[in-house]
Structures are given as structure tokens and as C-alpha cells.
Nanobody, 124 residues
Framework: VQLQASGGGLAQAGGSLRLSCAASEGTVRQYSMGWFRQAPGKEREFVAAISWSGGSPIYADSVKGRFTMSRDNAKNMVALQMNNLKPEDTAVYYC??????????????????WGQGTQVTVSS
């Protein structure tokens, strides 16, 4: 599976961006999908994940109530709607595909495939 992340860019604090992750080869339908981010000088951080069937997503506490993850298996893609952005959301965002259990979604090592990353920059 080859994943392509897009939708990053520059936003002001309080603004919104919508990230997408589509499979250019293969299908994401049988995978649970996650979003992670990595800021300069920091470790990769879990953001959100959703099961292959599209059940209730889980979120990192830092984004809960501001970010919404969804998936459209018919379009072979997932999305991350980011509202009320903060400067600390600035990072490269990566989507990944996994078959791990829900309790392990935040473990990046459990993901088989990754997209190339898309930069999100939030100015204050």
C-alpha cells in the first residue's frame, strides 16, 4: 500500500486545515489508519486513529475536541479535520496503516505503511 498525505499548509492560530491520506496503490479498507506528527527536535507523536470499519476514532489529549478523523472506504482515503489550530500543532503530519488492536493504535511501531508526510505550520 502506498499512502499519499496532502492538505498541509500555513494557518493562523484559531484557523483550520483538512488533511487527506489516500492510497495511490492498494487499498486502505482492511487497515486501521492513524495520524502521527513530528515537530522539529521532537519525537513522533500520536494524533488520532480510526478502525478499518470506521468506528469511533481515538485522539491524543492534545487534540481532543479540536481534531476529527474520518474515513471513506469507498474513496480509499482518510481525513483529519483540524480546527482551532494552535502554534504547538506545527509539525509534519504522517498517515499510517496498521492491523494492530485498538488499544495499541498510539504505537507507531505497529504501523506497516506510512505516507510521505505533509507540513502543517500554525502562526500565532
Amino acid at each position: 500500500v502506498q499512502l499519499q498525505a496532502s492538505g498541509g499548509g500555513l494557518a493562523q492560530a484559531g484557523g483550520s486545515l483538512r488533511l487527506s491520506c489516500a492510497a495511490s496503490e492498494g487499498t486502505v479498507r482492511q487497515y486501521s489508519m492513524g495520524w502521527f506528527r513530528q515537530a522539529p527536535g521532537k519525537e513522533r507523536e500520536f494524533v488520532a486513529a480510526i478502525s478499518w470499519s470506521g468506528g469511533s476514532p481515538i485522539y491524543a489529549d492534545s487534540v481532543k475536541g479540536r481534531f476529527t478523523m474520518s474515513r471513506d472506504n469507498a474513496k480509499n482515503m482518510v481525513a483529519l479535520q483540524m480546527n482551532n489550530l494552535k502554534p504547538e500543532d506545527t509539525a509534519v503530519y504522517y498517515c499510517g496503516a496498521t492491523k494492530t488492536v485498538r488499544s495499541n493504535y498510539a504505537n507507531g511501531d505497529a504501523y506497516y505503511y506510512w505516507g510521505q508526510g505533509t507540513q502543517v505550520t500554525v502562526s500565532s
